[in-house]
């Protein structure tokens, strides 16, 4: 089964960047669909940007323009590029695959992923 394990979280101030990565492990074949969540404390985990493997993208409005998801196949990594931080981008970033090909609803929703990484903390400061 695929594993995935998040790094690149830390703390910045307000207007600051951070990027993020997702390593990609024991897998047999790329996932049709990775995606990268976040929840912060007292929300529900919510979907913020995601890349299928033949490059189509989805943001959440809230993150348009600010971040940039990619993915590296030779390394097998997905990176999330944070620019412009708020104090609300606060939270634990996840990143989560699936394999089952759907469509761009799939995309932000987090009952379509089945593989979950263990999440890295994000915290941005006023």
């Known amino acids: 089964q695929v594993h995935l394990v998040e790094s690149g979280g830390g703390s910045v101030e307000a207007g600051g960047s951070l990027r993020l990565s997702c390593s990609v492990s024991?897998?047999?074949?790329?996932?049709?669909?990775m995606g990268w969540f976040r929840q912060s404390s007292g929300n529900e985990r919510e979907g913020i940007a995601a890349?299928?493997?033949?490059?189509?993208?989805r943001y959440a409005d809230s993150v348009k323009g600010r971040f940039a998801v990619s993915v590296s196949f030779t390394k097998g990594t997905v990176s999330l590029r944070m620019n412009s931080l708020k104090p609300e981008d606060t939270g634990l970033y996840y990143c989560a695959a699936r394999y089952k090909y759907g469509d761009t609803s799939d995309f932000l929703r987090v009952s379509a992923y089945n593989t979950w990484g263990q999440g890295t903390q994000v915290t941005v400061s006023s």
């Open positions: 024991e897998f047999t074949s790329w996932p049709w669909l």
């Open positions: 890349i299928a493997s033949d490059g189509t993208y």
